[in-house]
């Protein structure tokens, strides 16, 4: 009898990982749920060993799908399987696309491969983890269960276009501040490392007395000269130091709560993050995935691990009994709308459509803070610049000015 490996999710909100033999996938999850386990990822372990090893070493090295190509491969596959066509002739058909990377065409290779033997596609895909995650893996295991393939492909595809839009929306509108930022610093440090010197020389010839002013920007100047390779040096090491702080579990909680504290960026921070996790919580409740299931596997989509904890701590709530709005809302980070939202869709039966409002309303809000802090930021920044532009050539400019009055 063939051996499935499992991780699955108790009522009390643990997880447990193991084994248990059965005759399909449908069977064991059952046999899991009978048990009082949540199924997150069902694998059989003789097709995964069934690979040679070194098939699995040149697979294991091959470069993971981008979330950009991801959701163009959901959207033809829900296409091609809406349209009648079968899993395998769907996927067989996108492998055949010569406009595809080399990489995406060996990984659908390998996955039609896995299909061929009569493996089942979110198996197929759990050999490559860093190309489909478990979010993704866990939504198509549902699709095959209740038979909605094409529906649910579709669904995936809306939802990794909409993520994918709004990750470019919040790194386009930092754009224009990131390089008026650059370009002013590239002035300033040629400004300070090169012009200023050069007239330093003239001033110490006259030996006459400098304004304060020139005298902070000369003494600014003339540390950028000798230490200035000194200091890159340091901001690099120091970059790579946090860097590697970030790592660490501890460091990463306290910086992720510090973030979501800073005004007006914690906001807006929270409202990307609660939109990731109820666009994510509505696709996999209408995939008719347990509660349980479903906020394990929002969960792992989110950054934040402050949040991340928040979500862990309401799995627990869920599995003990209490409602989901109720286990959201006792942090009281997350917005009373969306607390609101979901109360009303489990009243009412209709939680995934909630869900769906929240994180559109999310999305809106915010679109609508990035665009008053990049309002904000831009004359900001521009000002800031400008001044100390001006302050270093109001420094140069006034001896030279006092030095014209001594002479008339």
């Known amino acids: 009898m063939p051996l499935f490996q499992f991780e699955a999710v108790t009522y009390s909100g643990k997880t447990e990982r193991g084994t248990v033999e059965g005759e399909s996938l449908?069977?064991?999850?059952?046999?899991?749920?009978?048990?009082?386990?949540?199924?997150?990822?069902?694998t059989d372990i003789v097709a995964d060993h069934a690979l040679p090893n070194s098939e699995k070493k040149l697979f294991a090295g091959n470069k993971s799908i981008s979330s950009k190509d991801l959701c163009v491969l959901t959207k033809q596959l829900a296409l091609l399987v809406r349209s009648g066509i079968s899993i395998e002739e769907s996927l067989r058909i996108i492998a055949e696309d010569t406009n595809i990377?080399?990489?995406?065409?060996?990984?659908?290779?390998?996955?039609?491969?896995?299909?061929?033997?009569?493996?089942?596609?979110?198996?197929?895909?759990?050999?490559?983890?860093?190309?489909?995650?478990?979010?993704?893996?866990?939504?198509?295991?549902?699709?095959?269960?209740?038979?909605?393939?094409?529906?649910?492909?579709?669904?995936?595809?809306?939802f990794l276009e909409k993520r994918e839009a709004l990750k470019q929306k919040a790194l386009s509108a930092m754009v224009y501040p990131a390089?008026?930022?650059?370009?002013?610093?590239?002035?300033?440090?040629?400004?300070?490392?090169?012009?200023?010197?050069q007239i330093v020389r003239v001033f110490?010839?006259?030996?006459?007395?400098?304004?304060?002013?020139?005298?902070?920007?000369?003494?600014?100047?003339?540390?950028?000269?000798?230490?200035?390779?000194?200091?890159?040096?340091?901001?690099?090491?120091?970059s790579l130091v946090f860097s590697y702080l970030l790592r660490k579990s501890e460091f990463k909680f306290w910086f992720d709560g510090f973030c979501l504290k800073i005004p007006v960026i914690g906001r807006l921070l929270l409202e990307f993050e609660t939109a990731r996790f109820s666009g994510t919580?509505?696709?996999?409740?209408?995939?008719?995935?347990?509660?349980?299931?479903?906020?394990?596997?929002?969960?792992?989509?989110?950054?934040?691990?402050v949040l991340?904890?928040?979500?862990?701590?309401?799995?627990?709530?869920?599995?003990?009994?209490?409602?989901?709005?109720?286990?959201?809302?006792?942090?009281g980070i997350f917005s009373p709308i969306l607390i609101h939202l979901i109360r009303s869709g489990e009243a009412s039966g209709k939680l995934a459509e909630?869900?769906?409002?929240?994180?559109?309303?999310?999305?809106?809000?915010?679109?609508n803070k990035t665009k008053v802090f990049t309002n904000l930021l831009e004359p900001i920044l521009i000002l800031v610049m400008g001044f100390l532009v001006l302050?270093?050539?109001?420094?140069?400019?006034?001896?030279?000015?006092?030095m014209n009055n001594g002479i008339r």
């Open 26 to 42: 449908k069977i064991v999850r059952q046999q899991l749920i009978n048990k009082g386990l949540v199924p997150v990822l069902i």
């Open 101 to 158: 990377k080399s990489h995406t065409h060996k990984l659908l290779e390998t996955v039609l491969t896995d299909i061929r033997s009569g493996i089942p596609l979110s198996q197929a895909l759990a050999s490559h983890p860093k190309s489909f995650g478990t979010f993704f893996r866990g939504v198509v295991a549902a699709a095959e269960q209740s038979g909605q393939m094409g529906h649910v492909l579709s669904q995936v595809a809306i």
């Open 179 to 197: 390089m008026l930022i650059s370009v002013s610093l590239m002035v300033i440090i040629f400004l300070m490392t090169y012009v200023v010197p």
């Open 204 to 238: 110490e010839s006259t030996k006459q007395k400098l304004p304060i002013i020139t005298q902070i920007v000369m003494a600014i100047s003339n540390f950028l000269t000798h230490w200035g390779l000194l200091l890159l040096i340091a901001l690099l090491a120091g």
């Open 281 to 305: 919580m509505s696709l996999l409740v209408e995939a008719n995935i347990p509660i349980l299931s479903a906020l394990h596997h929002a969960k792992n989509t989110l950054s934040n691990t």
């Open 308 to 331: 991340r904890k928040i979500v862990e701590d309401a799995e627990v709530r869920v599995s003990e009994g209490s409602s989901l709005a109720k286990s959201l809302a006792y942090q």
């Open 354 to 367: 909630m869900l769906q409002y929240g994180a559109e309303n999310s999305e809106q809000q915010a679109e």
């Open 391 to 402: 302050g270093i050539v109001m420094a140069v400019m006034q001896p030279i000015l006092e």
